[in-house]
């Protein structure tokens, strides 16, 4: 079975970093593109960044750009998201999901990401 497992979460002053993780299992990490989404409480669901399978192609949503990067080691079957200049508004629970194809899509719906984690708790305040 596909398992996602995101870890780094915590709390941040805002100005500050976090480094989100994805541990990916049970599937050919490789070959499929990867994305995080977050969501807040009380908000809908936010796609915020993707990964194509190879790396080479990123997306960010505007809210984060600039200050997001994700990146991913295929060799370890894990995806990262880099967090810089936190902001109380980026405080939400965030996820990472599979993708169905290499290339990235912004989606969040399931045909286009078809598994997803338990999520990790990012609270950004001072």
């Known amino acids: 079975q596909v398992q996602l497992v995101e870890s780094g979460g915590g709390l941040a002053q805002p100005g500050g970093s976090l480094r989100l993780s994805c541990a990916a299992s049970?599937?050919?990490?490789?070959?499929?593109?990867m994305m995080w989404a977050r969501q807040a409480p009380g908000k809908e669901l936010e796609w915020v960044s993707g990964?194509?399978?190879?790396?080479?192609?990123?997306n960010y949503a505007d809210s984060v750009k600039g200050r997001f990067t994700s990146s991913r080691d295929n060799a370890k079957n894990t995806v990262y998201l880099q967090m810089n200049n936190l902001k109380p508004e980026d405080t939400a629970l965030y996820y990472c999901a599979k993708g169905t194809r290499r290339r990235v899509v912004v989606s969040t719906t399931r045909n286009n990401y078809d598994w997803w984690g338990q999520g990790t708790q990012v609270t950004v305040s001072s």
């Open positions: 990964i194509s399978a190879d790396g080479s192609d990123t």
């Open positions: 049970a599937f050919t990490f490789s070959i499929y593109a």
